[in-house]
């Protein structure tokens, strides 16, 4: 019994050791960044769509949406309330845009960011 014990007890320690080395190169390399912060709640989550309306008073913005990976959201026309209401300066229905929400609670989201999309003028 006491054996088993002994040899096991440096395995365990080489392990431990090996793992700060890896969380290390993980995040020298290019494009892990993204998943370095996927544990968090206060993960951006970008989307694009058209505006179908703004109520810059309630800091509101309906907007029709392409689907959103991040969220394994399906393509839809929902309403979203913006964090800050100065986002939605220059936000206009018909407009193109690209976007970022974040989630604040259990199907609660805010967009935290909002421009129109860089594409045709
Ligand atoms: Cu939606």
Do not use: C, Y
Not at 13 to 28: C, N, R, T, W, Y
Request: charged share 20%.
């Amino acid at each position: 019994m006491k054996r088993v014990a002994v040899t096991v007890a440096p395995i365990a320690l080489l392990v431990l050791a090996a793992l700060p080395l890896q969380a290390a190169e993980m995040k020298d390399t290019p494009g892990m960044k993204s998943g370095a912060s996927k544990a968090t709640t206060e993960k951006a989550h970008k989307g694009g769509g058209t505006v179908k309306g703004v109520d810059a008073k309630a800091g509101k913005v309906s907007l029709a949406h392409g689907p959103i990976a991040g969220l394994n959201w399906p393509a839809m026309t929902m309403d979203f309330q913006v964090k800050d209401k100065a986002v939605l300066k220059g936000v206009t229905p018909g407009q193109n845009v690209e976007f970022e929400i974040v989630q604040t609670g259990q199907s609660q989201f805010v967009i935290t960011r909002i421009a129109p999309a860089a594409t045709k003028k």
